[in-house]
């Protein structure tokens, strides 16, 4: 699987159980380092590095 992000968007290219797994493990990882019940792809966007992206 691949992930490309840029300033506001990730792109994730693979099989969908490998992005469906992707994408959980994103909102699992969001909701651990904020007390929020929900985050969004935004969020976790904006909360990457510049080296990250």
Known sequence: MKQYIA???M???GKAWEIR???K???KQNCRKSFKSSGTLGDYLGQLSPRER
């Open 7 to 9: 300033a506001n968007q």
């Open 11 to 13: 792109t994730l290219v």
């Open 21 to 23: 797994h992707r994408l």
């Open 25 to 27: 493990t994103i909102a």
